[in-house]
């Protein structure tokens, strides 16, 4: 059996051993552990190995130090045009101050939770339904400053906060269909009618140069057929009776010439006397004789196998 003192050792050692244990405290990586001493905070463990003063002092609160995620439920809202729709959301914050996460705020992450909620009914109520379903960045921007700030006291670093779904009524959703459709179409008979319209413009101003360049063509022609007849006039009355039958005879010989290239038109009558047409080819004859002699006249006849087209005269 032991003996006295040897059960003063046994129970020494093993007071030892609780007081070792009481006072050794293992903080894990991305916690922080708050020290209460008699129910007041002192100090923050870090992580790794602490020592505090047995039965002295105590853990009181155990802070998560990472990057944390809060999922916000879907709640409705009232735009500032009267149009309700269902909203959810997600938060991202971060502990920075272990003593003010555990002591400024009871149920920090309710507390972050309904301020979030509460954040985005202010916000998003505040705005028209297309600003909240194109201006997003903006809604989130605008949340995640009021959150942060709201969240500053309790320590807390509020480093995102982003919409997930902004889901409309079906009805609602049916109109906005329509009335993207709609402006669809108009701007697509609005393109169509300037296309029309610049298309009518062109075409007109071409129709404008056509005629001008056809006018000016025409005017070209009259002055130089003037000047042709000025020409024969001044020849005229000079005496010079071959100028004014080389004029009769060119002009004849056009006319032939566009009788006899059409191909429907072989035998021609026409109301003119023969003995005038005859005079009138005499003359040409003439004139071919005293420009081109009597030698490439006649030559020219010789190789000249073409057929003249038939030409009757009637007596009108």
Not at 247 to 257: I, N, S
Request: glycine share 6%.
């Amino acid at each position: 059996m032991l003996a006295g003192f040897d059960i003063v050792i046994v129970v020494l050692a093993v007071v030892v051993l609780l007081v070792l244990f009481a006072g050794i405290k293992t903080v894990p990586q991305g916690f922080n552990f708050t020290v209460e001493r008699f129910g007041r905070y002192t100090r923050t463990l870090s992580p790794g190995l602490n020592l505090i003063v047995p039965f002295v002092d105590r853990v009181g609160a155990k802070m998560n130090m990472m990057e944390q995620v809060l999922d916000v439920p879907t709640q409705e809202i009232i735009t500032r045009d009267n149009a309700i729709v269902a909203v959810d959301g997600v938060a991202f914050y971060q502990v920075l101050s272990a003593p003010q996460a555990a002591y400024q705020v009871a149920g920090l992450q309710n507390a972050i939770l309904n301020l979030t909620m509460t954040n985005i009914r202010t916000v998003m109520g505040s705005m028209d339904l297309d600003e909240l379903l194109s201006n997003r960045d903006t809604i989130n921007e605008r949340l995640l400053r009021v959150v942060d700030e709201a969240a500053h006291p309790w320590g807390i670093k509020v480093t995102r906060v982003e919409i997930k779904d902004i889901n409309p009524p079906a009805n609602l959703v049916d109109s906005m269909a329509r009335q993207m459709m709609a402006e669809r179409d108009k701007r697509a008979q609005i393109l169509t009618a300037e296309g029309l319209k610049q298309s009518q413009i062109l075409e007109a101003e071409g129709r404008r140069e056509a005629a001008f360049r056809d006018a000016e063509a025409r005017e070209r022609a009259a002055e130089a057929e003037a000047r042709a007849t000025q020409v024969v006039s001044e020849a005229i009355s000079k005496g010079d009776l071959q100028a004014l039958n080389y004029f009769v005879a060119q002009k004849y010989t056009e006319a032939l010439a566009k009788i006899g290239s059409a191909t429907n038109s072989k035998v021609v009558l026409m109301p003119m006397e023969a003995s005038a047409l005859i005079g009138t080819l005499g003359g040409i004859g003439e004139i071919t004789k005293e420009v081109f002699g009597n030698g490439s006249s006649s030559a020219g006849a010789r190789q000249s196998g073409a057929r003249p087209p038939v030409v009757r005269s009637t007596d009108s």
